[in-house]
């Protein structure tokens, strides 16, 4: 009884030491690490900020925040001194009569409050260089210059309508400064609403040129009455007016390819493997009736703009569905991009998994590949769980018959 | 010496002119009163212990191997719990983007804030493993037979209780891991029959996990998680003595033990009891000031993990539904294993080998293959399920919850049935030996599950190496 005490004494004294001195660490080490996780949560905020100003703010505020025309600058000293109040407010509600519109969701943006709070982080601290680097590499980039040629042939054509020079006028300046937001033939994209529409025609001409002249606050449509003469902009209200009767094609969109990048194709992976492979298969193989993406057939006599296109707008009467209403155009071309890459090693002809659904009715979960030199690791598992296995039972039934004779 | 001359000044010389009337008169004298402080804070803390514990125990109970201090040790990380928890309120919003906000600044502007949460965090992760540990050592010592049947259902209901606060206060960083584990968690009440769909959203507060679970979970995790648990630990403690302390430990042939040898429980029992208790708060906060809880970036409903897995101790039932369907792997199996885990000790209720560790020698053999037999099979059922059971397929025109719910459950059980009548006629095993062999051979299953579930899951939840998945491929 005596050694088991004093064994039993030592052990609690060795514990209370150690918690004092586990304490004491605590204690030494905490301004160093309340240091250390600051810097963490910042470099976490600034990271995701960059997404976010990839997606939302290089548009007008260029890929290293070097502004972009009569959008301000991010990267200047003044900004990076402004208390985070005054930033997260106008970046949450928008800077009245600019371009620049409210971000947060409360105000019928898009941004959360937090990652309002984590775009105000990137002004504050963030690193520019590094933020074109990810601007470009996700695709975002080149921005500038977002203008489209007009269809010669149906340019000419236009001269021939009533007033004709005019609406000339007016699409060769659409083309140079409006296409970029409005889209091909005044149709929209997702970041301006289409002009090319009967319910923008029903406005008389006076609130179409008040509408170019001062911009709609609190959206991207910043006022032009600085930038284009007012008979220019006369000439934009009456293409605007007539433009059902503009031919189809005049405008195109602008030429102006996402590069595919390493990131940009990891991006599409992870998109893909989210939103496409439980139909289209994790390796693009198909699955049931669902059409295989990755075989030759599809991949030799599809271009990528039809598949974005197919992506965007879905195809009726069958499960696939518009991604454009969930996906920006950006990530759209992601996709193209990673699909695109199957194309080297396509086979071809496809051998779709079974049907989708759960992964117990998928067939080919564990891909044995023959190529691949033996993973030493795995057979010294799989050796070790035989071993263990065989030894219980071998040990187990050895012992227990010994023991029933007894 | 100073000690005891302080604490009786009463024991007089005994003198030849005392009478058997002084005697009995002394006897009926109150205890002696302690005359200084040291005594008599003594005195308030040893009467304090001896609240919780008997004055006396059977020598034999303390012995290490037998107990492993396992039930203690969980009332002391309930303990942590509490006390952590309570402080970690303090700095706490349970609303949507802020509580993630919350986490954050407890990181980065609290002193001591995040050992308080690792402390906090790691405790109630080690308290399931203890927890369960308990659980197999009492099985495991047939220390659950009658009259130890009741407490042996409290602890069980203790065990859901502790897996219901782990798996509330998951949700509560509101980040990325968080959310997920969660939402892949809850995803399964909707195959509760009947009413899974009012349940769901009764417990979300709405169709899916917001700010409302948020405040839900919360409200559980703060309130009633604990209270349920602290009315069950008084009651748990109270039958242990109720019930005649702890089942005495004896070695295999080895018969009953009629009158045991006592000591005190002051100082024997109490300085075991201290040493274990600063021993593993010394582990817990080693490990907590260098080792940090998970905290991932804020939870965004948009943008899924692949995987996303539920919280490890949930791993086992996840495993398990990539191969039967939902139903009959989040509802039926689960709920056939508590009402087998309950039944236990009225199926298996004869007190001969109690205290004695897998009830005999050829109980411990039999143990030993359940496990081994276990690990060979329930693994290759796992891989032969991944590369070519179909069950789904060659019974194309069947529902899939017959054809790969019910028949797979069937072969399961039937293999089940028949390494039993094995044990009962080709071993000439007793009913206690097959119920043994029966549960080790279903905890090592669940074992494996888990640990396969864990570590050899990676995106799609594809069965992948441990390696392969960390290094993504």
């Avoid at chain 1, 590094?130 to 080149?142: E, F, I, K, S, W």
């Avoid at chain 2, 005994?14 to 005594?39: F, I, N, Q, S």
Wanted: aromatic share 8%.
């Amino acid at each position: 009884m005596n050694r088991t005490r004093r064994i039993e004494l030592i052990i609690g004294f060795v514990a209370a030491v150690a918690i004092l001195i586990g304490l004491g660490m605590a204690i030494v080490g905490e301004p160093a690490r309340i240091a250390t996780a600051e810097d963490e949560i910042l470099a976490t905020q600034i990271d995701d900020a960059t997404a976010i100003y990839a997606e939302q703010c290089s548009v007008c505020h260029g890929i290293e925040g070097e502004g972009i025309g009569s959008t301000p600058p991010l990267d200047s000293e003044a900004l990076s001194t402004t208390d985070s109040d005054t930033l997260f407010k106008t970046i949450a509600r928008g800077r009245f009569d600019t371009a620049m519109p409210a971000w947060s969701l409360a105000e019928g943006g898009v941004l959360s409050d937090y990652q309002v709070s984590e775009l105000v982080a990137l002004v504050q601290n963030g690193d520019w260089s590094t933020v074109a680097d990810r601007v470009v590499n996700l695709g975002y980039a080149p921005l500038v210059p977002f203008t489209a040629e007009p269809d010669p042939e149906i340019f000419s054509e236009i001269g021939l309508l009533p007033d004709g020079e005019s609406l000339q006028r007016a699409v060769t300046t659409y083309a140079a400064e409006c296409v970029a937001c409005h889209g091909a033939d005044g149709l929209g994209t997702t970041l301006a609403p289409a002009l090319n529409d009967p319910v923008v025609r029903a406005q008389t001409p006076d609130e179409i040129a008040r509408t170019i002249d001062l911009g709609v606050s609190g959206t991207l449509m910043a006022g032009w009455d600085g930038t284009l003469d007012e008979a220019t902009i006369d000439d934009l209200v009456t293409l605007i007016s007539r433009w059902d009767e503009v031919p189809d094609g005049a405008v195109p969109a602008p030429d102006v390819p996402i590069p595919t990048t390493e990131e940009s194709i990891a991006l599409g992976e992870s998109l893909y493997q989210a939103n496409c492979a439980t139909c289209h298969g994790v390796d693009g193989q198909g699955t049931g009736r669902i059409p295989a993406l990755n075989v030759e057939s599809f991949l030799l006599d599809t271009p990528d703009v039809a598949i974005e296109q197919i992506v965007t707008l879905g195809v009726a009467g069958t499960p696939m569905p518009a991604w454009g209403d969930r996906m920006t155009e950006a990530e759209i071309q992601a996709i193209v991009g990673y699909i695109r890459a199957w194309e080297p090693t396509a086979p071809a002809v496809a051998t779709p998994a079974p049907r989708g659904g759960p992964p117990w009715m998928q067939a080919d979960q564990l891909v044995l590949d023959e190529s691949e030199p033996t993973d030493w690791r795995a057979v010294t598992l799989i050796a070790l769980l035989l071993v263990a296995s065989s030894a219980f039972v071998a040990i187990g039934l050895s012992t227990f018959r010994r023991r029933s004779k007894e | 010496m100073r000690r005891r001359a302080t604490i009786s000044p009463d024991t007089t010389n005994r003198t030849a002119a005392e009478t058997g009337l002084d005697r009995a008169r002394k006897r009926l004298k109150p205890p002696p009163v302690p005359t200084d402080d040291r005594a008599r804070s003594r005195l308030v803390l040893d009467t304090m212990i001896l609240h919780l514990h008997p004055a006396r125990i059977p020598q034999r109970t303390l012995k290490w191997t037998y107990t492993w201090g396992l039930g203690g040790l969980a009332a002391l990380l309930v303990t942590m719990l509490v006390t952590t928890g309570v402080l970690l309120l303090t700095n706490y919003t349970p609303t949507a983007p802020d509580a993630y906000l919350s986490i954050l600044a407890l990181r980065s502007n609290v002193w001591f804030g995040d050992l308080l949460r690792n402390v906090h965090h790691w405790s109630a992760n080690l308290l399931i493993v203890v927890a369960v540990l308990h659980l197999l050592r009492v099985f495991f010592t047939g220390a659950y037979r009658p009259p130890r049947e009741v407490n042996w259902i409290f602890g069980i209901v203790m065990l859901l209780l502790i897996l219901g606060a782990n798996f509330t206060g998951y949700l509560l960083p509101w980040d990325q891991l968080a959310f997920w584990a969660i939402t892949v968690g809850t995803s399964l009440i909707s195959y509760v029959p009947f009413i899974g769909g009012w349940l769901g959203s009764l417990l979300l507060g709405g169709p899916e996990v917001s700010g409302a679970t948020l405040l839900n979970f919360y409200a559980l995790h703060i309130s009633f998680v604990p209270l349920s648990l602290f009315v069950l630990m008084a009651l748990h403690f109270w039958r242990v003595r109720k019930d005649g302390g702890l089942t005495l430990p004896r070695a295999a042939g080895e018969a009953p033990v009629e009158k045991p040898r006592r000591v005190t429980t002051i100082p024997y029992l109490i300085r075991r009891e201290t040493v274990w208790a600063l021993s593993w708060i010394a582990i817990i906060l080693t490990f907590s000031v260098f080792v940090s809880a998970p905290l991932e970036g804020i939870a965004d409903p948009n943008l899924s993990p692949n995987p996303a897995k539920a919280p490890w101790y949930f791993m086992g039932l996840q495993e398990l539904l990539l191969h039967f369907h939902p139903f009959v792997a989040a509802i039926v199996i689960p709920s056939l294993a508590l009402a087998g885990i309950i039944s236990l000790p009225f199926l298996d209720h004869l007190t001969d080998h109690e205290g004695i560790w897998f009830r005999s020698g050829r109980g411990r053999s039999l143990a030993m293959l359940a496990a081994g037999c276990s690990l060979a099979l329930s693994s290759a059922w796992i891989v032969a399920d991944d590369l070519f059971l179909d069950w789904a397929a060659w019974l194309g025109n069947w529902p899939t919850i017959i054809s790969n719910g019910f028949i797979p459950l069937a072969i399961a059980v039937m293999v089940l049935a028949l390494l039993d009548l094995w044990v009962d006629k080709g071993l000439d095993g007793t009913l206690e030996e097959r119920v043994l062999f029966l549960f080790t051979f279903l905890a090592v299953s669940l074992v494996v599950l888990t640990i396969v579930g864990i570590f050899f899951r990676g995106p799609g939840m594809e069965l992948m190496w441990p390696w392969s998945i960390a290094s993504g491929h």
